[in-house]
């Protein structure tokens, strides 16, 4: 059978496109901390990102998620243009896809772990009251965090403050969720629940509708994150390296690749 | 003789702060007012439990320091006035100058020097740890403008809290000033004394009162929110922008207030 008869189904177009993007820092907006990007992520997609410490992971990660602009470059995010975007479009684009924070995921502290998680789907959503506690009591349940409902930030542990920010992060169902170093500073038994929780995400759950999410996460350590399927790339010393599938992560001999995933053991 | 370098410097570098404070707190003004009425009708499930919770904080936590107050501010003026008008004769004007000192005066300026004090210092420091901690960028990330979650109800809750302490405030002067006299045998029955308030009182000066109590409430909340808001901060930053959102609180207060007095002697 000829090609003109039978096409290989056709890509589906980037959700998110960066074209000699530069990267500033979000304290000093007016220095560059990464050169250059060329990338494209198409939905579906689960790519993650290893840089260490100071590399540049978090600006890199608020400028997805549109909270700093682009020093220089193109950032299309959904078809649109996020250069330029302002106001409404740039609050649009900004519900489509969640955002976890590092180091304790940022969650509001004058609120309880069930107000934080409610908070997105109160403030855009026109819900009655049963429906959005009934959406909050699915994510309680999903992250295990039903116990600490109805407690402050100040009184739970940054295991599961890091549940919170991911659960708070999932409440508008995004397509596309951001995870800014999520692991950090987590016990054994919480990494090896995210990534399970993560593996389902990105094959598609209940908690998003079904539909797989695009996922996109940053790491220091590139270890829990190798599996099949995924896709990698690097920072380091302002530059961005696409690696690739996982078996282009073993090939790629990058010295600061290898330290990324080197075992305290030298495995 | 010749001016130092130095005091030109000093003073020009001064003066240049104070012109760049006057432009960041008029632009953050307009921009709360842009989103007040651009929003009014946005989340209103979220901001009106907001704005009775700030209102509950300026108009009426602070009610039994307020009537304190105007005890203490009854005896004041009273209690020094009576024995001077006594031996001039002059009894009939106690309300007047009850009606010049309180109402038009010392009540606002008083009841804004106190809600300044217990929750406008308070904001800065909410806000200002909020924003060190990337709370505000949360908000951001979640589609939230942080301008109508934090600083509309803030403003609201503020000008009516100032407003209806004001009014306690003046009723308490004006009954505990009657009070003070009657404890030092002045012959003034209580009829005689409402007269008198009654007969200064004006119709400007229940709409003075209700103007300049709710300006001084927008003043301390824009002034607070924005050193707390506008800039990011280090957590070791909050102290200072405490006491410079104090400052500028009482500042811009009291020009408001010379403000009205000239509407007052023009009026």
Redesign the interface.
Known sequence: MSETENPAPPAAAPILELNQVAVTARRDPATPVIGQIDWCVRPGEFWVIGGMHGSGKSDFMAMLAGLSRPHRGSYRLFGGEMSGTTGEELLAGRRRLGLVFDNGGRIFNHLTVAENIALPARYHQQMPPEEITARVQVLLDATELGSWAHQTPGGISRNWRQRVGLARALALQPEVLLLDNPLAGLDPRHVRWWMDFVARLAAGDALTGGRPVTLIATTDDLRPWRKAGRQFATLHDGSWHTIGPMPAVGNDTTPMLRELLVTETGE | MPVPRSLVRFIGRKLLELIRTVQGLGAFALITLGVFFSKFNV?R??IRPMIVTQITRAGLKPLGMVLFLAAALGLVVIGQMVSLFTRLGANEYLGLVMVTTVVRELGPLLTALLVLSRVGTANVI?LG??RA???I?????????PVH?LVVPRVIGMALGIFSLTVYLILGALASGYLWAFLQDVPLRPGDYVRQLAGALHGLDFIILALKTCGFGAIIAIVTCYHGLAR?LRLEEVAGATIRAVAQSVILCVFLDAFFILIYLLA
């Open positions: 989340a499930e979220v909410e740890t909020a901690l990337g709370e960028e949360a908000l951001e990330a979640l589609g939230i403008d979650y990011p």
